[in-house]
């Protein structure tokens, strides 16, 4: 929204996938065209099935794209790049690993575990309210605390593009409004740019800049929304007056 | 978490009805273990059976103080013992090691999957003669003959869990760009822990399987052998003698699994 945000993050050019298994191929995403600028926080709608995880892991580099490119700072993206950090729905800690040992799995992984970035990890924790619970196991904790140690985690090697996958559907209804005003919060505090996939229309809307409607399979991207909420948090967007008139224009082009 | 001290009348009922029970328990286990040793040496003592058939417990003790005398009961435990110890470590480290090269290549998994089946399925008693002639009739052939017993069990429990590995962290660890060998050990061989202590369970059994076995057919000394020699010449008690021993080793070596097991996974 101020011009230093201009700089493109990820961008998508001409991006087609092809699945293939022995019974044949499936066209899962066709020409997909898009930017994601530094500082946006993007939310990916579509109905279930059409591929949105697709998306995600071709952002990631998991997959490779069968045409077109995938580029990261103007680099081809692949697995594992330094800049990326991927949440997934569930939390996906480690129980045999203490929080602490499971927020700093990044840095062992990508061999950065020094001292600093470790402090700087545990700093993290503290600030969001992890700060007693370090010691703790995984399973000593609530769901929302455990999706909030998962975010620690993914922001512990300081990646610059946050890929969030559904990672609030498997909260229940309360502590999913709770998390999602959290990571919101923490995303946007800490200046990180950010896609999430979501078929929840009221979450896209609840913190994104922009939302992307996807079609059905195979995926192509048919709308692209500026929200136009600012800096609202997700709780103050869904007493908006402008909330209801997204959440119908959204879901009718769902339901195209 | 709460305290004797400041628990409620109610808890403190709850866990004195607790406490009573368990004791119940014990007693009843200690009572019928001695309800079936003295019946079994009513009806031998009275003649009801003929003792030459049946044996007794007081003759099983005799005979177990006989051959503690000489010195020949410890030689025989400890020879059972070394094959059912050696075998067993053996096809856990073998068997663990081929699960995890299977787990790492899936070709490899696909070209052997037929063979550990057929494998599997053989009972492993029908290769005696070809273990007598390989490994000739010392220890070798009966720790063979429990690795054997093991070694494909082993593999086929590891392999299912390393294979079991939750998909999604996987996928997890691959965002971060972990490598095979980090996705091994943070990942891979942590999550397939309680798979291990099951496969140790379970291969404990089949060592003493094994190594029985492996002294019916073929054997100088051992428990295996003491049972297998009291049976041809008909003194049943030193089958009993030796079959209660068997009971009480593999009781004991299963203690020490789940020993192992209590410190494998505390945290």
């Known amino acids: ?256 | 978490m709460k305290t004797q001290s400041n628990c409620s009348l109610e808890h403190s009922l709850f866990l004195r009805r607790r406490r009573r029970e368990s004791i119940v328990v014990q007693l009843a286990r200690f009572g019928l273990l001695i309800a079936v040793l003295g019946i079994w040496e009513l009806i031998a003592g009275l003649k009801l059976v003929d003792p030459f058939i049946i044996s007794s417990p007081s003759r099983i003790a005799v005979q177990i103080g006989k051959l503690a005398a000489d010195g020949s009961l410890f030689y025989h435990i400890g020879v059972t013992l070394w094959e059912t110890v050696a075998g067993f470590v053996i096809a856990v480290v073998l068997g663990t090691g081929i699960a995890l090269a299977l787990w790492w290549s899936e070709r490899a998994r696909r070209i052997l999957e037929p063979y550990i089946v057929v494998l599997n399925s053989l009972p492993k008693i029908a290769l005696g003669p070809v273990i007598i002639i390989w490994f000739g009739t010392g220890s070798s052939a009966i720790v063979f003959m429990t690795v054997l017993v093991g070694i494909i069990v082993a593999i086929l429990h590891m392999l299912g869990g390393f294979m079991a590995t939750d998909a999604n962290k996987i996928l997890l660890l691959q965002s971060m760009g972990a490598s095979k060998v980090q996705m091994l050990r943070k990942l891979v061989l942590p999550s397939a822990l309680p798979q291990f202590v099951g496969m140790l369970k379970i291969c404990v059994g089949m060592a003493w399987i094994g190594s029985i076995m492996g002294e019916y057919i073929v054997s100088k000394a051992g428990l295996g052998y003491l049972i297998v020699y009291g049976g041809q010449v008909f003194k049943l008690d030193l089958v009993m003698a030796a079959t209660v021993i068997l009971c009480a080793l593999a009781g004991a070596m299963y203690a020490l699994v789940a020993l192992a097991e209590r410190i494998l996974t505390k945290k």
């Not at chain 1, 230093?4 to 996938?17: N, R, W």
């Not at chain 1, 470790?118 to 370090?134: P, T």
């Not at chain 1, 975010?151 to 969030?164: E, G, N, S, W």
């Open chain 1, 1 to 256: 929204m101020n011009e230093q945000t201009e700089k493109t993050v990820l961008e998508f050019d001409d991006v087609s996938l092809t699945y293939h298994t022995e019974k044949g191929e499936t066209l899962a995403a066709s020409h997909l065209q898009f930017a994601v600028r530094e500082g946006e926080f993007i939310a990916v709608i579509g109905p279930s099935g059409c591929g949105k995880t697709t998306l995600l892991s071709l952002s990631a580099g998991l997959l490779s794209p069968s045409a077109g490119e995938v580029r990261l700072y103007g680099k081809p993206v692949e697995r594992g790049n330094a800049h990326i950090g991927y949440m997934l729905q569930k939390d996906e800690l480690f129980p045999w690993r203490t929080v602490e040992a499971n927020i700093t799995l990044p840095l062992e992984i990508r061999k950065c575990n020094t001292p600093a970035r470790r402090a700087a990890a545990r700093a993290l924790a503290e600030k969001y309210g992890l700060g007693g619970f370090l010691k703790h196991y995984p399973d000593q904790l609530s769901g929302g605390m455990r999706q909030r140690a998962a975010l620690i985690r993914t922001l512990a090697a300081d990646p610059r593009m946050l890929l969030l996958d559904e990672p609030f559907s498997a909260l229940d209804y309360q502590t999913r409004l709770n998390v999602c005003d959290d990571v919101y919060e923490i995303i946007r505090q800490e200046h990180k740019t950010a896609m999430l996939v979501t078929h929840d229309i009221s979450e896209a809307i609840s913190v994104a800049d922009r939302v992307f409607v996807l079609s059905a399979r195979p995926a192509r991207v048919v709308a692209a929304h500026e929200i136009g909420f600012g800096e609202m948090k997700p709780l103050e967007r869904r007493k908006d007056a402008r909330f209801s008139a997204w959440f119908d224009r959204l879901w009718k082009e769902l339901n195209l």
